[in-house]
């Protein structure tokens, strides 16, 4: 499924014409403290400092696109959008231990984070966060990719510690979750029913690999799952834990458009997480609105990115603005008060994965 460079560019150039027809307006009240003009002082340039970068990077190879955008996820999900994903030693972060579970994310999502941090501080001095930087990052990825541009509230700080393993399990749903549990991961998010679907369209671009499916197709097949479909995957993973990857989805893997619904509506969804959208009654009507109304899509996918971006931010003078965004500051004051360890949760969805 490879991707000319001159389409890419052609995707790029396009996308960037389209971008102030989709442009979402800020609607709604944000978090308090943080901002949509938060750096118009401190760092005007950031925006297209950070957008300039990434074309640049996109233009290489567009799949760094769909690894930001899950990192922002992950970052979000565990312990709030507070840059923790990223600190050296955090369960999915550069300094991840052989013995615990693989989140793979993808190693470059780091290093493309920690090159735009240094960009932009070059720039504007240590003003700028890194846990900002991320929501930026997966904004253009989205955009970039041929998805809606909308305005992200910035002001985040970053945090000083990042969350346990057991933590992280217990707070990232697992593909092989039904929509129940999915509802349910979100719903404690307070993301309903339309803003999970919508978010889960960002699979609409990236990869899996074979251990995240695999049930699916053994020892027993899937019943709702599309055969043909099915039997290709068995030949992208020979075994249950075959090192390899395919596409999220199969009709448009590189572009950020409305097909991973049509997918769906087809039973070629990935993940159980995914077809199971399709089948619950819940969620099915939902799915075939987006599988036949791209635009509704998009806005509903950037109202639910704004709100899922402002999920337990730290602001104001909580946390701090990272000089590496993989390690902590070192002369940080507040380090006794990071070191308070929040309740340990039990992996429980999880258990026995990977
Ligand atoms: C609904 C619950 C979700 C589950 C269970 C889930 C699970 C997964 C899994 C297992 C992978 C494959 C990882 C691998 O094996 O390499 C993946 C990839 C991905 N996910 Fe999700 N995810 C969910 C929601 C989201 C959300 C909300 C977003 C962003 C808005 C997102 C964005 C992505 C992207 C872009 C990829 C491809 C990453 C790459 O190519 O490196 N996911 N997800
Ligand atoms: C974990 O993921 C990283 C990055 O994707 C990869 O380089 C590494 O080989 C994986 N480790 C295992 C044990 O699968
Ligand atoms: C994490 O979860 C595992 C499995 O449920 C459990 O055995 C372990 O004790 C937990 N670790 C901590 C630090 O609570
Ligand atoms: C969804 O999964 C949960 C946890 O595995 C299970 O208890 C529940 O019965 C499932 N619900 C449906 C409708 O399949
Ligand atoms: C990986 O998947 C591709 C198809 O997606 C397949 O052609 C290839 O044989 C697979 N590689 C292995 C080692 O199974
Ligand atoms: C898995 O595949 C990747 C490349 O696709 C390779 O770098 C890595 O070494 C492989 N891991 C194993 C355990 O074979
Ligand atoms: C950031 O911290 C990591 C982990 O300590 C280190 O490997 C890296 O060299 C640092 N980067 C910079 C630019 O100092």
Redesign the pocket.
């Given at each position: 499924m490879a991707t000319s460079s001159s389409s890419v560019s052609l995707l790029l150039i396009s996308s960037l014409l389209l971008a102030s027809l989709n442009e979402a307006k800020p609607s709604g009240p944000i978090v308090s403290g943080l901002s949509w003009t938060f750096y118009q002082k401190s760092c005007p340039n950031l925006e297209s400092i950070v957008r300039k970068q990434l074309q640049k990077v996109f233009k290489k190879d567009i799949g760094q696109a769909a690894g930001l955008l899950r990192l922002h996820f992950h970052d979000c999900f565990v312990q709030g959008c507070d840059g923790s994903v990223l600190l050296?030693g955090s369960a999915a972060g550069p300094g991840e231990q052989q013995s615990i579970p693989n989140l793979t994310l993808r190693k470059q999502a780091f290093e493309i984070i920690?090159d735009l941090r240094?960009r932009v501080h070059k720039k504007c001095g240590r003003v700028v966060s890194c846990s900002d930087i991320v929501v930026l990052a997966a904004r253009d990825s989205v955009v970039l990719s041929g998805g809606p541009d909308y305005d992200v509230p910035l002001g985040r700080r970053d945090g000083l510690g990042f969350a346990t393993v057991n933590a992280t399990l217990a707070n990232l749903p697992p593909p092989f979750g039904n929509t129940t549990v999915i509802l349910n991961s979100f719903g404690s998010k307070n993301l309903n029913a339309k803003e999970t679907v919508a978010l889960s369209g960002g699979h609409t671009i990236g990869i899996s690999h074979c251990p995240a499916f695999t049930s699916r197709l053994y020892p027993t097949q899937d019943p709702t799952m599309d055969k043909t479909f099915a039997q290709n995957l068995k030949k992208a993973c020979p075994t249950a834990n075959s090192n390899n990857t395919t596409v999220l989805d199969i009709r448009s893997p590189n572009v950020f458009d409305n097909k991973y619904y049509v997918d769906l509506m087809n039973r070629q969804g990935l993940f159980t997480s995914d077809q199971d959208l399709y089948t619950d009654k819940r969620t099915r009507g939902i799915v075939t609105s987006f599988a036949v109304d791209q635009k509704l899509f998009f806005d509903e996918f950037a109202k639910a990115m704004i709100k899922m971006s402002q999920l337990s931010v730290l602001t104001g003078n909580q946390g701090e603005v990272r000089a590496?965004c993989?390690?902590r500051n070192a002369n940080n004051e507040n380090f006794l008060a990071s070191v308070v360890e929040e309740a340990v949760e039990e992996p429980g969805v999880w258990a026995g994965f990977m």
């Open positions: 050296e920690n240094a590496n993989s390690v």
